[in-house]
């Protein structure tokens, strides 16, 4: 059976499509066969997280429309065997997916034999966003810890238990996982950031990871690969567990604790 | 690859939106006297009214009238100088009677928002009171299919920003969050027994004796019979506290339970 898992926030920006990325590599890892999409078409990143935006010959419009078949357009990872991502079209726009499309495509997928898809969503409630949520089985609702991230998911989360297909026909309701990145310890203790517990108590479900502000999110984008393979960093810890507590292990919490500097560090600034 | 491309986009978008209507809400058969009304009101604003599109209701006749005099009330309409478009609420007749005179019958959101003996003047669930006979406000925007129109409660899940939550000609119970930027209106009063961040609307119907009670209060307004408070700051000796709001002769009043 394969499950649909939208990742998706309303707000840009606070790491989506990083978040699809680890997700989707955290799974395949795990020795699931994961297929990745990215939904945003138009303005297509998610290719460039994967390293494999030289490799992209067609794309999620054209399987769409029929100008490619499914398997012309999935390009393998090079590091997983079983990991696929379809890219988004970066010259088209959203209007350029149907749902009856997405659903050709997701049911494509599922005769495939694939255990997991990923749907990276793009930011905003428009059409791209509503069509990645509309098959879903999960969501992964990212948010950051500020007040207009959090009104947003909130805004989300809503139309989740309400403009999806298992909403729409009464089945039961998508799993939702809410995540928090860009998280930093250091700030929320001086009252600048919201902290787990505000985010948790505003939106009303507990989170289903914490991902720290960390410098390596960025550097790993940019050499185009998943955060979750860098082992040194904290956020591809988190990554790790998260992944893990969606599977249904139980994990710790981490990295929530803010980090002392040291005295030296404290002396000469650092 | 383009003009392939071209055709194979949908021709036209279908998209539903709600959009304020005037309704012409006939209270005698007489159509001479209809279209002095309408002249009058057209006189009176102008830039409102010339040829603006408007439904004709006939539920607050006794019976029905036959097709002559409904032809000859459109005519009085158009005299006026509005578009008549359509036929307001729904019963089997006046559907009957819509298709004879080729007219589409726009009968669901009303038949939703409204009492079925609506005399008192349809207040909006807005916080504004008086409403203009002739054009009424449209239905409550963006209403979502989750957000039940009529509810006794809504038990155990949050309403969540951008949701909205009516309860018609009763009481309201929410048993959980109201999120910033949701919305919950009861004809009634209105219990919230998770944290109120929103706006809470009671007597919606213009019922004064209505009262909102809430064991987390941080709302961004609350309404009373159209007797309104925005808290742009949300009062220190009420935050977090229960409360509740009442409305003591048109003054809306809150206290700490």
């Known amino acids: 059976m394969t499950e649909i898992i939208v990742v998706t926030s309303g707000k840009g920006g606070v790491g989506k499509t990083t978040t699809s990325a680890s997700l989707a590599t955290g799974l395949a890892i795990d020795g699931k066969k994961v297929a990745v999409i990215d939904f945003d078409v138009g303005l297509r990143n998610l290719d460039l997280i994967m390293g494999c935006e030289r490799r992209v010959v067609y794309d999620f419009v054209n399987v769409v429309h029929g100008e490619a078949t499914l398997k012309q357009a999935l390009i393998k990872d090079k590091r997983h065997e079983t990991l696929y991502v379809l890219a988004a079209s970066q010259t088209r726009d959203k209007d350029a997916l149907t749902q009856e499309g997405v659903e050709k495509v997701l049911n494509e997928l599922t005769a495939e034999g694939f255990d997991f898809v990923v749907c990276d969503s793009p930011a905003g409630i428009e059409k791209g966003a509503h069509l990645a949520m509309y098959f879903a089985d999960h969501a992964v609702v990212v948010v950051n810890p500020e007040v207009s991230s959090v009104r947003d998911s909130d805004r989300i989360l809503g139309l989740l238990s309400s403009k999806t297909r298992r909403a729409e026909k009464g089945e039961a309701p998508i799993k939702q996982h809410l995540l928090l990145t860009r998280y930093n310890p250091n700030r929320v203790e001086a009252g600048e950031m919201l902290s787990v517990k505000d985010v948790e108590e505003i939106l009303g479900i507990s989170v289903v990871g914490v991902i720290p502000e960390s410098e390596n999110v960025l550097a790993a984008s940019n050499a185009g690969v998943p955060v979750i393979l860098d082992e040194n960093s904290n956020a591809g810890q988190a990554y790790k567990d998260t992944v893990a507590r969606i599977l249904g292990n139980e994990r710790p919490l981490r990295f929530l604790e803010p980090v002392k500097k040291g005295f030296l560090k404290r002396v000469f600034g650092g | ?257």
């Not at chain 2, 054009?135 to 969540?160: F, N």
């Open chain 2, 1 to 257: 690859m383009s003009a392939r491309a071209e055709s194979l986009e949908a021709a036209c978008d279908l998209r539903f939106g709600q959009v304020g209507i005037a309704c012409v809400r006939v209270r005698r058969v007489d159509a001479a006297a209809l279209v002095e009304e309408l002249e009058r009101r057209v006189r009176s604003a102008p830039q409102m009214f010339t040829r603006a599109a408007v439904v004709l209701d006939l539920s607050h006749l006794p019976r029905l009238p036959d097709d002559g005099m409904v032809d000859a009330m459109l005519e009085a309409i158009r005299s006026a100088g509005m578009l008549p478009v359509g036929l307001a609420y729904g019963t089997s007749e006046t559907e009957a009677l819509a298709e004879r005179m080729g007219l589409p019958l726009i009968a669901k959101f009303r038949a939703q928002y409204e009492p079925a003996q609506g005399e008192a003047a349809a207040a909006a669930p807005a916080p504004v009171a008086a409403t203009p006979r002739a054009a009424e406000p449209a239905p409550v925007p963006g209403v979502e299919p989750g957000a039940a129109a009529t509810a006794q409660h809504h038990a155990g899940s949050a309403v969540r920003s951008g949701q909205q939550v009516y309860a018609r000609e009763r009481d309201l119970v929410v048993a959980a969050a109201v999120a910033n930027g949701a919305e919950v209106i009861a004809d009634g009063s209105i219990h919230v027994y998770g944290s109120l961040r929103g706006r809470a609307m009671a007597g919606a119907q213009g019922d004064e004796t209505a009262r909102i009670f809430c064991s987390d209060f941080r709302a961004e307004l609350v309404a009373i019979a159209g007797h309104y408070r925005v808290f742009e700051d949300i009062p220190k000796e009420f935050e977090g506290q229960a409360v509740q709001c009442w409305l003591d002769s048109g003054k809306l009043m809150i206290a700490r339970l």
